[in-house]
């Protein structure tokens, strides 16, 4: 069975300082994982993914996530937030063997001028 | 190349009535699924399919009907609508499983 625990439900960062959203996973097979960013009344677009290569993903809009086994984290970073940033941000985790994608609860992201 | 398209965008219903919800996708995409995103719930897998002709539930099916005819086509379908299922409904395909899923803008569903 996998999981996704977004471990912050609101982060609000000022315009220009650095974004963290933070995301632990579990999975009984090698995970596939992924950032989706929802902006308000929109559907949900894909930022990166990771799909057992390459450790360090880089994504669209400067955003990048490390995936790291020992801690089972993949957590999402930027180091200069943009005010179009703030957005609702979803990690999900798609484990092999199965059709569904578990979605974690969402991080709400605020950007102050 | 549209990508995902869902119709209609907004509807009210009363309790009792039905209604279907249509997904389009022009990527030819083997899978298709549709969700409900509820405030603080993330997103939940409604039913999925994996090819045409095919269907299955997925984490909360219960009142929901669906169908996929043509690949390119999946249709969801609320047969008595209850407001237990005021929701935005979101529609998304994927070449494969397990890879990324490309969703639709949502309908979002009011049941008074």
């Known amino acids: 069975a996998q999981s996704v625990t977004q471990l912050d439900s609101h982060v609000s960062v000022s315009e220009g300082t650095p974004v963290l959203l933070r995301c632990n996973y579990s999975?009984?097979?090698?995970?596939?994982l992924f950032w989706y960013v929802q902006h308000p009344n929109k559907g949900l677009q894909l930022l990166l993914k990771y799909t057992s290569a390459a450790t360090l993903v880089k994504g669209i809009n400067g955003f990048e996530a490390e995936f790291k086994k020992s801690e089972t984290s993949f957590h999402l970073t930027k180091p200069s937030a943009h005010m179009s940033d703030a957005a609702e941000y979803f990690c999900v985790n798609s484990g092999a063997g199965s059709y569904q994608l578990t979605f974690g609860k969402g991080t709400k992201l605020s950007v102050i001028p | 190349n549209a990508g995902v398209t869902q119709t209609p965008k907004f509807r009210v219903l009363k309790t009792g009535q039905s209604m279907t919800l249509l997904c389009a996708q022009d990527m030819n995409h083997e899978y298709m699924y549709w969700y409900r995103q509820d405030p603080g719930m993330g997103l939940r897998l409604i039913h999925y399919s994996v090819g045409e002709g095919t269907t299955a539930k997925g984490e909360v099916p219960d009142g929901y009907n669906v169908s996929r005819l043509k690949k390119q086509n999946f249709l969801l379908g609320l047969e008595s609508a209850a407001p237990s299922q005021t929701s935005v409904y979101f529609c998304?395909?994927?070449?494969?499983?397990?890879?990324?899923?490309?969703f639709g803008p949502g309908t979002r569903l009011t049941v008074l």
């Open positions: 999975s009984s097979y090698s995970p596939s």
């Open positions: 998304a395909s994927s070449h494969k499983a397990y890879l990324e899923q490309f």
